[in-house]
Structure formats: C-alpha cells, structure tokens
C-alpha cells in the first residue's frame, strides 16, 4: 500500500546539494533519469584510473564518477567526486567529450541515467597522493589502479569507454 507524505515539507526541509539520502535518491530513481558526470582519467602512459565497486548495485572496475545534484554545476560535481574518491585534486576539461544513456536494469540497475564523459588528468604533483591496489591483497570497495587495458570485471556500462 502506498503512504502518502507531506512532500512540501520534505522539500522545504531539504537542501539536494548536501545528498538526499538512500531512501529518498532510490525512490527519485524510479522516477526520473539521473545525470551520471564520469571522469575519463588517463597518465602519461596512456593508462587509465579506475576505482573498484562492490555494493549492492554493482560488482567490478568503473571509470570515477559520481551523481550530478540540483542547482550544482558539473565542474563542482567533478571537483568534490575526485577529491571525494581518489583524494587528490585533477584537472579536466570543462565539456563532456561523449554522452552515454543507459536505461536497461541489467547494465544500471538504478534505473535511467545520462552520464557525460569528462577527460581528466591528476594535478602535477599529486600523483604520489593517490591510494593505489597494490595487488597483493582482495579488492576493496574504492580501491583505485591504473590500466593499460580494459579489465575483465568492468561494470558493462563503461565497457563502450575503452572503444573511444
């Protein structure tokens, strides 16, 4: 049975560039498409920095990236994702260079999304800062590696990354 909620106050009360919180961004997920902003970060040796994920949407090796939010710009969405999942400070162009939708639940789970594809490098000197797997023990959520080529386990939503 559905519950009905007083959805003004929750929106008076809610302030969406600070998180909404689980319940409340998967049932918005249902809803309505989410804009995905994605960080295509590659070295001086052409390899790419990808982030292990291991929860309850998804299992493997993805390319950075995190939920663009209401009334937030994309450069602030990049800023505080890099800084947020790999600790250092990047520098990236301000477009998009390619624009994915993904809306079957076998490849995002969440639901419909629209995630853009910004080029991305680490800032000089913060290469050294970065929390690299070292490969010597299980992956853990977030850990992070760089790639010269696509790994087996990639999400299949950033398989399409590798071909660009």
């Known amino acids: 049975m559905i519950q009905f909620i007083d959805t003004k106050q929750i929106l008076n009360e809610l302030d969406p560039r600070s998180g909404i919180g689980d319940d409340l961004l998967n049932f918005v997920l249902k809803l309505v498409p989410y804009t995905g902003i994605e960080l295509y970060i590659k070295n001086e040796k052409n390899e790419f920095l990808l982030s292990y994920r291991n929860d309850e949407f998804y299992h493997g090796w993805h390319f950075i990236g995190g939920m663009l939010r209401c009334r937030e710009s994309w450069a602030n969405r990049i800023i505080e994702t890099a800084i947020k999942e790999i600790g250092v400070e990047i520098e990236f162009d301000e477009l998009p260079f390619f624009v994915k939708e993904n809306w079957n639940e076998k490849i995002d789970p969440r639901g419909h999304s629209i995630n853009l594809l910004f080029r991305a490098s680490i800032k000089k000197g913060n ?38």
């Open 127 to 164: 290469e050294s800062n970065l929390r690299l797997w070292d490969g010597t023990r299980n992956l853990c959520n977030g850990d992070l590696y760089w790639f010269s080529k696509r790994p087996e386990n990639i999400l299949e939503m950033h398989k399409v990354y590798f071909e660009l």
